[in-house]
């Protein structure tokens, strides 16, 4: 399993932590940048992880930035996207659980690097329930 991770120049410390966690259970990791000192706009950065995974070259994403919103709604416009951005773990594993997110954001200003590592293993060690919960992704995903 691959996953992309980006960031803008905000999230660029916590980019790297998030892929080292990925990477101790067992995922490859997509780094679709910035190099640190680089300016970055989170919109530029968000999209590329969104396309990335609509188009299948990852099978998730993490994104970083301030507060994991701006990126979050970069990929959001991507079709297919369900990013979600999370600042506790319980809210990760539900969004992988119950509504198929395949894009996790998170904020470096909101969240420390021992929490972020927490929210994204929740996240990655939880699994799509499927039943009844496929119904309503696939409605989220027929809104254009
Ligand atoms: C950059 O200053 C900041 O706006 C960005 O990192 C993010 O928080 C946007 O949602």
Not at 116 to 126: D, F, G, K, Y
Not at 130 to 143: E, K, N, Q, T
Request: contains cysteine; charged residues 25%.
């Amino acid at each position: 399993m691959k996953i992309a991770v980006a960031s803008d120049h905000v999230g660029v410390e916590l980019r790297h932590e998030l892929a080292q966690e990925a990477r101790a259970l067992g995922y490859e990791i997509l780094d679709l940048g910035p190099a640190e000192g680089e300016a970055a706009d989170y919109p530029v950065y968000g999209e590329l992880v969104g396309r990335a995974v609509s188009a299948g070259e990852a099978d998730l994403g993490i994104l970083v930035c301030g507060t994991g919103v701006g990126i979050s709604l970069a990929a959001n416009r991507v079709p297919g996207i369900r990013a979600v951005v999370c600042s506790e773990p319980f809210t990760a594993e539900l969004s992988r659980r119950h509504n198929n997110s395949n894009v996790i954001a998170v904020g470096a200003r909101v969240v420390g690097a021992g929490l972020a590592r927490a929210i994204v293993r929740a996240w990655l060690t939880a699994e799509f329930e499927g039943g009844r919960h496929a119904r309503r992704v696939d409605m989220l995903d027929a809104i254009r």
